[in-house]
């Protein structure tokens, strides 16, 4: 990739100053990069994304291991874990930043390992910590951007000019980057993923450092981006993922513990825990006790979730036992079961 930037220095009108543009030229020589066969057929596939057993060790350590991973035209993806879940691994080698010890990606129908260039073109990255040049302003940055996606000369200005406005940065072009807050620079991050209009947009905790009305904006953008393109987004905001996205994929220890849509991850833990309502409870051991129950938790002064087992059902029990000991019961029903629920179930 600096390469490139070397490249797209040397026809006049440069912006990076000389120390950078001589590390460059001292450490990444230009080489010949092979292509793929027939990229344009390969963007209309329907799959954009397609990794099959995905693994990558680090020494005797297995960070990332057997994962697979499909997405389509048009959705967006959560991508969950706690931290050191392999999420930001499993990132890395799907936009070829990492190369992976197993396993193979597709990106449009485009081997990523045989043709990267060709991939990545088709690729929009933000990274954790978004790849800043704190010394541009963010015209230049965006510039620089586009010219290392090899957006055509003639739409740069308004692939630029489409990114800042998308983002909210029009009023800022010519700030250095530096100068800005961290919102602005996330901000800014985001619209060097999006400039060159990419088929697949890889976001890893995009609306850190935003406030509760940029985070809103943000959401808004990766909706509309998701109505064309593929979506995959991390972050540790649940609630984020349950307002933008389709599908879900929660990773625990380098692994997939979870794959479908969010109204299925709902489902897996719904009909599992009962609240009951009671006037007259008795005390919790005396309801862990009854057949089908495996736990129970105090959630008011007269309303307790029940956790049931996989092939338990202790309704009628329940209300037996109630009618039996003057519990007074009046509410038994499905708890209603937050996406935060099922994660901490998937990965405790």
């Known amino acids: 990739m600096a390469a490139v930037m070397v490249a797209a220095g040397k026809d006049g009108g440069c912006f990076i100053n000389a120390h950078i543009l001589g590390i460059f030229r001292r450490h990444h020589k230009p080489r010949r990069l092979s292509r793929a066969p027939s990229p344009m057929l390969a963007s209309f596939d329907a799959t954009t994304i397609s990794a099959r057993g995905l693994t990558r060790r ?16 048009g959705e967006v993806l959560g991508f969950l874990g706690p931290n050191g879940a392999g999420k930001t691994t499993t990132m890395q080698m799907l936009t070829g930043n990492l190369a992976p010890s197993e396993g193979e990606v597709s990106i449009c129908g485009i081997d990523l390992l045989a043709h990267p260039v060709s991939a990545k073109e088709k690729i929009g990255y933000l990274p954790e910590t978004p790849p800043l040049y704190r010394e541009l ?34 009023d800022v072009g010519r700030k250095l980057i530096g100068s800005l807050s961290k919102g602005y620079q996330q901000r800014v991050g985001i619209a060097q993923a999006i400039a060159h209009e990419p088929d697949v947009l890889i976001l890893d905790e995009p609306t850190v450092g935003l406030d509760p009305n940029q985070i809103r904006e943000i959401r ?42 969010i109204a299925a ?19 919790e051991a005396e309801l862990a006790a009854l057949p089908g129950v ?19 059902e202790p309704s009628a029990q329940l209300v037996a036992r109630a009618a039996e000991r003057n519990w007074g019961l009046f509410q038994l029903a499905p708890a209603q079961t937050s996406l935060e629920d099922v994660f901490v179930n998937l990965t405790k």
């Open 58 to 73: 680090f020494g005797a350590h297995t960070a990332v291991e057997n994962v697979d991973l499909e997405l389509k035209r």
């Open 137 to 170: 302003n963010v015209d230049e940055f965006l510039e620089l951007a586009v010219r290392l996606h090899r957006v055509p000369t003639a739409q740069r200005r308004e692939a630029v000019a489409r990114a800042k406005q998308r983002c909210g940065l029009t």
């Open 220 to 261: 808004a953008l990766v909706r509309e981006l998701g109505g064309s393109r593929s979506v995959i987004l991390s972050t540790h905001i649940l609630s984020e993922v349950e307002a933008i996205c389709d599908r879900v994929q929660i990773m625990h220890h380098g692994r997939v513990v979870y794959s479908d849509s």
């Open 265 to 283: 991850l709902k489902a897996l833990q719904s009909g599992r825990t009962v609240v009951c309502g009671l006037e007259r409870p008795p005390a």
């Open 294 to 312: 495996i736990a129970v938790e105090r959630v008011g002064d007269r309303l307790f979730r029940l956790q049931l087992a996989s092939d338990g």
